[in-house]
């Protein structure tokens, strides 16, 4: 799978210290010019289902199971990758001061009745939503939270950054 995008957020100056190494897997279901994205309440942002992969975990399986306690999808298939995108951003413990993230984008298919999500606490905290959205009205709002609350999230440019590749790969 090829790099779609490098991004460094702009509170990093050196990449010569202990980084924290993390891959994550994300889900790209669309329905027309719908799309399925997690809203989450804390930041009034909407990013791609995903994410973590365990320790030997095949991406593939990863994105399965996140896209399953997520979202409750069913019937995961026609996985197609559409590509990585690479960030770096600061990681506020004390064994590191950056966190490298590879997140692998998938192209699937799901069946149209989803189960029920399986959250865990910060997400549940978090206030996290599973919705339907017209794509161009979730980009439209991330644009709106970044240009104007001091409550967005790390992930908002990069998922906003994805949501326009898929809109325009898809000519949504």
Not at 6 to 24: F, V
Not at 79 to 88: Q, R, S, V
Not at 124 to 133: K, L
């Amino acid at each position: 799978m090829h790099i779609l995008r490098t991004s460094q957020h702009p509170d990093i100056n050196d990449l010569t210290g202990a980084i924290l190494h993390r891959k994550a897997a994300r889900g790209i279901i669309l329905d027309g010019s719908n799309i399925l994205l997690m809203y989450t309440e804390r930041y009034h942002d909407y990013s791609l289902p995903g994410g973590g992969i365990d320790e030997g975990e095949a991406l593939e399986e990863g994105l399965v199971r996140e896209l399953e306690e997520e979202t409750g999808a069913r019937n995961i298939r026609d996985i197609e990758p559409l590509g990585i995108y690479e960030e770096y951003r600061p990681w506020h413990k004390p064994e590191h001061a950056v966190m490298h993230m590879l997140s692998y984008c998938y192209f699937c298919t799901i069946d149209t009745e989803l189960g029920e999500p399986r959250f865990e606490d910060y997400e549940i905290a978090n206030g996290m939503q599973v919705v339907w959205i017209n794509i161009h009205e979730a980009i439209e709002h991330n644009k709106a939270i970044i240009a104007n609350s001091d409550k967005k999230g790390l992930s908002v440019e990069r998922e906003t950054w994805l949501l326009e590749k898929v809109a325009d790969i898809r000519r949504l």
